[in-house]
């Protein structure tokens, strides 16, 4: 079974910087990318930042500059450094994984459970 497990969520003041963990288990025999995303509420879920397995990554125009995604590849973990955190950063963030079990099968999403983030004084 695999699972994606998220922390490093909570409440941080403006200007402030939060480090989102996200480690992914399980029977895996690739894992083709990962990424974070977010939905604030009465929004719909938009990306955040993605990064494949070699490296390349996508940014939100909304946090570039200020947002690095890394990733330990032998640990089967995506990180997310969030800098110069505003309210407009206050969502629910999902970490995303594209993965097989078996070289046999599909790429398909798997997702964490979401873990809030909350900027505010």
Same mark, same amino acid.
């Given at each position: 079974?695999?699972?994606?497990?998220?922390?490093?969520?909570?409440?941080?003041?403006?200007?402030?910087?939060? &480090?989102? @963990?996200?480690?992914?288990? +399980?029977?895996?025999? @690739?894992?083709? =990318?990962? +990424?974070? /995303?977010?939905? =604030?509420? +009465?929004?719909? #879920?938009?990306?955040? =930042?993605?990064?494949? @397995?070699?490296?390349?990554?996508? /940014?939100?125009?909304?946090?570039?500059? #200020?947002?690095?995604?890394?990733?330990?590849?032998?640990?089967?973990?995506? /990180?997310?450094?969030?800098?110069?955190?505003?309210?407009?950063?206050? =969502?629910? %963030? %999902?970490?995303?994984?594209?993965? &097989?079990?078996?070289?046999?099968?599909?790429? #398909?999403? /798997?997702?964490?459970?979401?873990?809030?983030?909350?900027?505010? @004084?």
């Amino acid at each position: 079974q695999v699972q994606l497990v998220e922390s490093g969520g909570g409440l941080v003041q403006p200007g402030g910087s939060l &480090r989102l @963990s996200c480690a992914v288990s +399980g029977s895996i025999f @690739s894992i083709s =990318a990962m +990424g974070w /995303y977010r939905q =604030a509420p +009465g929004k719909q #879920r938009e990306l955040v =930042a993605t990064i494949t @397995s070699g490296g390349s990554t996508n /940014y939100a125009d909304s946090v570039k500059g #200020r947002t690095t995604i890394s990733r330990d590849n032998a640990k089967n973990t995506v /990180y997310l450094q969030m800098n110069s955190l505003t309210p407009e950063d206050t =969502a629910v %963030y %999902y970490c995303n994984s594209r993965l &097989r079990i078996t070289t046999v099968q599909n790429f #398909r999403n /798997y997702w964490g459970q979401g873990t809030q983030v909350t900027v505010s @004084s």
